[in-house]
């Protein structure tokens, strides 16, 4: 084989780097913990190797890598706006205020499903799930961590009620790209997800009702709450005022406003009003803006501040966004190397010759999309790969566009987050602060899409395909209006 050979690999020759990739990330990151970023660059070496023996040359893979993250730059720019957003709500009050009113007026045994409930409420009327945890979402973690109760629990409940919205939010732009990429209708789309969004809602409200039950108020807790209580408000001027910022997120989100200009306003209106209302100067704005809010700012005196409440309040800021940024480029540079390789293209051409009932084909889009999502961390370019895979071959099943865009959204969209080496993983990790294998079995809507998306398909035979639409259904539908007309 010479250097300007292209040529596809052998099924057998493709399951190495796949394996490779994989010990990769189970043992080092999963076992030994080591960092992701550097885990992603040498499983991206490995496939760049692969990739030039095979007749690739490497210049390929960073003009694929440079095409990627064109593509994510949005998404990149939205990380930094929440860092940016995070740092302005807190020396304006905004985040101290749902924190201290969140102190009085939840009961601890009923955070969990609170958090999870109000948590979907607001990224369904928002459409996004980074949006919802890193506003809402951090303000709830404050108040577990106040009420010394589970910060994984927590987070679980979050990232469940983040991805409630992004799933079924018509706002959400995964929403609309999956049924896009799926050739489906936006609203049948949506309705056909409630069949595992729906018992998937349900039993994580349970859980997280029941083992907040398990909750024991203690002297110790009573007494930390009313400690931060008293400091937050000795800090901060919690006037209805400073609410303004989340108000402008909410209605530019439910006006679909471009949401890079939506958070900017947001981060500027917080600023104005911690200039007016807080104990803040202009210094001080650009510091919070950039490095993270620090309780010093507001001129008491560090020895006042007990260190529960500093730590609880000084984060955010665009520096606090570093990190993730750069895992963003080790994340295309692993996903660039795959792609240029074919290894994964070569051996999800030879499964799809093995798939013939609706349980298997359901199910092989489902594992696909998570490994997919896994290596690319890019949603779009996911959707797309599904589609072109999957789409002819749910047709020959007689299964109606709609399940495969809900098989989208089930094993990409909304378990992307679960992972350390994905881009919606360590958004989550980093501003929730609390890694992916600590809240990932409390994520429970998150597990129960998938979970629930292979059990209709495998059970069709058994229950008349409930939950599952059929093309002909689409036909008959047709006939009878044409009747009724």
């Known amino acids: 084989m010479t250097t300007n050979e292209v040529k596809r690999p052998t099924v057998g020759m493709a399951l190495v780097p796949i394996t490779l990739a994989l010990l990769i990330f189970i043992v080092g990151i999963g076992v030994l913990q080591f960092q992701a970023e550097l885990m992603l ?95 809402i979402g951090v303000a709830l973690m404050s108040i577990a961590q106040t009420m010394d ?30 049924s896009l990429a799926a050739g489906s209708n936006l609203y049948e789309h949506i309705k056909h997800m409630m069949y595992t969004s729906i018992p998937s809602s349900i039993i994580a409200v349970i859980v997280f ?35 303004l910022p989340a108000v402008i997120v909410i209605s530019g989100s439910l006006m679909k406003k471009n ?25 001080n704005l650009f510091t919070s803006a950039v490095e993270g809010f620090n309780t010093e700012m507001l001129g008491v005196a560090p ?55 609706i349980g298997s084909v359901i199910f092989a889009s489902l594992l696909t999309g998570f490994t997919v999502i896994n290596c690319t961390s890019n949603a779009l370019v996911t959707y797309f790969l599904i589609k072109d895979i ?44 609390v890694g992916n294998f600590e809240f990932m079995p409390w994520a429970i809507f998150n597990l129960g899409g998938i979970v629930f998306s292979a059990l209709y398909g495998f059970l069709a035979p058994y229950t008349n395909s409930f939950g599952i639409r059929k093309l002909d259904e689409t036909v008959n539908e047709k006939e009878s209006s044409q009747r009724a007309g």
């Open 41 to 135: 660059i040498f499983a991206g070496v490995l496939f760049a190797i692969f990739a030039v023996l095979y007749g690739h040359k490497w210049v390929t893979i960073l003009t694929v890598m440079g095409e990627k993250i064109k593509t994510a730059l949005p998404a990149i720019l939205i990380l930094f706006s929440i860092g940016l957003l995070i740092g302005t709500w807190m020396v304006s009050g905004t985040i101290p205020f749902f924190v201290f009113y969140g102190l009085e007026i939840i009961n601890p045994s009923h955070l969990y499903v609170l958090a999870f409930i109000v948590t979907a409420i607001v990224s369904t009327c928002t459409g996004t799930s980074w949006g919802a945890a890193g506003t």
């Open 149 to 178: 109760l589970s910060m994984a629990i927590t987070a679980g409940a979050v990232v469940s009620g983040a991805y409630f919205g992004d799933k079924l939010s018509p706002l959400s732009d995964t929403t609309n790209m999956s």
């Open 209 to 243: 009702y029941f083992v907040g039950l398990q909750i024991d108020s203690n002297p110790a807790q009573v007494t930390s709450i009313d400690e931060m209580l008293n400091g937050i408000s000795e800090l901060f001027n919690l006037n209805p005022i400073v609410l």
């Open 259 to 283: 949401p890079l200009i939506v958070l900017f306003c947001s981060a500027v209106t917080a600023m104005i009003v911690a200039l007016l209302f807080q104990n803040a100067t202009v210094a």
């Open 303 to 357: 020895d006042l501040i007990s260190e529960d409440i500093q730590e609880l309040l000084n984060r955010g800021g665009l520096y606090s966004m570093y990190n993730a940024t750069f895992f963003v480029f080790c994340a295309f540079f692993f996903a660039s190397a795959l792609e240029v390789s074919q290894a994964l293209n070569v051996i999800l051409e030879k499964v799809i010759t093995y798939l013939r009932s």
């Open 390 to 433: 999957y789409g002819d071959v749910y047709k020959k099943r007689n299964l109606h566009p709609t399940n495969l865009s809900r098989s989208m959204e089930d094993s990409v969209t909304i378990t992307e987050a679960l992972m350390p080496w994905t881009v919606s993983g360590v958004f989550m990790a980093t501003t929730l602060g």
